[in-house]
């Protein structure tokens, strides 16, 4: 079950849309590759984060309680953290 209040839907929309966008501009054959996956949410944290304090502004937006500029924090943070895993696997 999905809660939200207000447009907080955008905080899993936002990174749908990107990988959509990179499946389009750069995928193989409809596909989305590792690398593509995390560029495309590292490219989603900054709009996710900038829509949700312009929104945030009015009412509240958020998706399962958590404010829909934190979940552009988030997506920034969990993508800059495999980002550094993939590259300094040994």
Known sequence: MLIYRGWGFLALLIPVIA???AISLFGVKGNIS????LYSLLAAAPVTFLLGIWLNKKSLHDLYFIRLQYWGLAWGVVAIGLIALK????
Request: proline share 9%; aromatic share 28%; no cysteine.
């Open 34 to 37: 590792y690398d593509l996956f």
């Open 87 to 90: 590259y300094l696997k040994p």
């Open 19 to 21: 990988m959509l966008i």
